[in-house]
C-alpha cells in the first residue's frame, strides 16, 4: 500500500497583492445603503435616463444577430464614430483601424494601457485626491503609484511638487480631468505645466476624460493631447458609461498612435476578448446621431443638480467645494459624529437614509478624513429627496 502524504499547504496562500486587496468603500457604501433602502449619493452609477437612440441601437443589434465576437479592438462602426468625434471635438485625427481600441470599460482600457506600457517597479505620478481604481489597477501590475498632491480648497496644481516627485523610475502621469472625486478641470496652464514635465523626462501621460462633458460655469475640457509633442504620448481613456448613462454597459475606448495600441489590443483581448458586442451598435448610435446640443444639455443638467445639491449641503453644514466639472462633490463632514471619515459617512447613512463616500478613499493615509463624496448624477425627484433628507440634519 503506498504511503500517504501530508499535504504541503504551505504552498497554498493567497499572492502578495492579495492580503492588501479590500472592498472599495464606494462598494462598501453601495451595500450599506441598499440594507437600509436608502438613497445612493455613494457610487456614480449614473442612474438618469438613457438616450433613445442609444437604447433602441442596442437592442435592436441584440435582435439582428450581434451577440458574437467582434474584432479584439471593436466593431468598425464604433471605431470610426469615435475618430470623428475626437476629430469633431479636438482636431485629434486617429486611424480607426489601428489607433482606436473599443474596451470594456474605461477601466479596461487602462488595464490594457498599464499592461502594454508599464513593467514592475516603474513609478507612475497621480494627482491627490485620486481616483482609487487608478491606484489600485496600477498596484495589481506591481506598479507604483506616486502622489502629487493639490492644493487644498482649490485643488490647484504644484509645478514645483510634480516636478519633485519625479525620479529615475517615473515612467508615465496619470491625469484625471474633469477629475474624480474633486470635480477640478485642470487649465491650459497646468495641462501645459504636466506636457513640459513628459516631455523632459520622456514620459507616457495617460489621461482620463470619461468626464470630458461634463463641465459648468463656461469652462472647457483641455484635452492634453492636443498640446504641441503630446498626441506621440498620450493614451487617451474614455468611454460612454456617463455621457449615455450606461454605467452597466461596460464600453470604453483607448486612443493612441498604432506602435502603442497593437500590444494594448492584445492584452485587453486575453482578459476581455471584447467589449459587449451588440452594446457597441448603442454606443455608435449615439455617437453619430445626437446632436452637439446633447452634450451641452447634460452640462446644463447637471450644474442644476449640482446647485442643488451644493445648497443642501450648506444648509445642512457640511461645507461643499464647489466642482467645476465631473459629478460628485467633497464636504467638509467635521460636524458629524465619527473618528474617521469613514465611521462620518455610516453616521450620516443613519441620521438621513443618504450614502456618501469616505473622503480618506481618496487620499493618501492619514488625510481626507473629515471630508465626504457625495455623486449628484441622480434622477431629479431622488435627488431632491436625497436633499430634503440632508436638510434635516
Request: glycine content about 8%; some cysteine.
Amino acid at each position: 500500500m503506498s504511503q500517504i502524504l501530508e499535504p504541503q499547504l504551505s504552498h497554498l496562500r493567497l499572492s502578495e497583492l492579495a492580503p492588501g486587496a479590500v472592498q472599495s468603500e464606494i462598494r462598501a457604501m453601495s451595500v450599506a445603503c441598499d440594507a437600509m433602502g436608502g438613497i445612493n449619493l455613494a457610487q456614480g452609477i449614473c442612474d438618469t435616463p438613457v438616450p433613445t437612440v442609444v437604447e433602441e441601437a442596442a437592442i435592436a443589434a441584440i435582435r439582428e444577430g450581434y451577440n458574437i465576437y467582434t474584432r479584439l479592438d471593436g466593431i468598425a462602426r464604433l471605431r470610426n464614430a469615435i475618430a470623428a468625434k475626437q476629430k469633431r471635438d479636438y482636431e485629434l485625427e486617429y486611424d480607426p483601424d489601428g489607433e482606436i481600441l473599443v474596451s470594456a470599460g474605461a477601466t479596461g482600457g487602462l488595464h490594457a494601457a498599464a499592461m502594454a506600457l508599464l513593467n514592475p517597479g516603474d513609478e507612475v505620478l497621480l494627482f491627490e485626491p485620486f481616483y482609487g481604481y487608478h491606484v489600485n489597477t496600477l498596484k495589481s501590475m506591481r506598479v507604483k503609484p506616486v502622489f502629487v498632491p493639490l492644493s487644498e480648497g482649490d485643488f490647484a496644481l504644484d509645478a514645483h511638487a510634480l516636478k519633485a516627485a519625479v525620479t529615475p523610475k517615473t515612467r508615465a502621469i496619470l491625469l484625471n480631468t474633469p477629475a474624480n472625486p474633486s470635480g477640478k478641470i485642470f487649465s491650459r496652464a497646468e495641462t501645459e505645466t504636466i506636457a513640459e514635465v513628459c516631455l523632459e523626462h520622456d514620459l507616457f501621460l495617460f489621461t482620463d476624460e470619461i468626464y470630458e462633458y461634463f463641465v459648468y460655469d463656461g469652462l472647457k475640457h483641455i484635452a492634453p493631447a492636443t498640446l504641441p509633442g503630446m498626441k506621440d504620448r498620450t493614451i487617451v481613456i474614455s468611454g460612454f458609461s456617463k455621457t449615455f448613462s450606461v454605467t452597466g454597459w461596460r464600453l470604453g475606448y483607448v486612443c493612441a498612435p498604432a506602435k502603442w495600441l497593437g500590444a494594448m489590443s492584445y492584452f485587453h483581448d486575453l482578459t476581455y476578448v471584447c467589449a459587449p458586442s451588440a452594446l457597441q451598435h448603442g454606443a455608435a448610435a449615439g455617437l453619430e446621431e445626437l446632436p452637439p446640443g446633447f452634450y451641452a444639455q447634460i452640462a446644463a443638467d447637471h450644474q442644476s443638480k449640482r446647485e442643488r445639491l451644493v445648497a443642501a449641503l450648506r444648509d445642512a453644514g457640511l461645507t461643499p467645494s464647489v466642482p467645476a466639472g465631473a459629478y460628485y462633490i467633497l464636504a467638509d463632514a467635521s460636524r458629524l459624529p465619527g473618528k474617521n471619515a469613514a465611521q462620518k459617512a455610516r453616521a450620516l447613512l443613519q441620521a438621513t437614509g443618504v450614502a456618501a463616500v469616505a473622503g480618506s478613499a481618496f487620499f493618501s493615509a492619514g488625510r481626507g478624513e473629515h471630508l465626504l463624496r457625495f455623486c449628484f448624477a441622480k434622477k431629479d425627484a431622488e435627488l431632491d429627496d436625497a436633499c430634503a433628507r440632508l436638510r434635516k440634519l
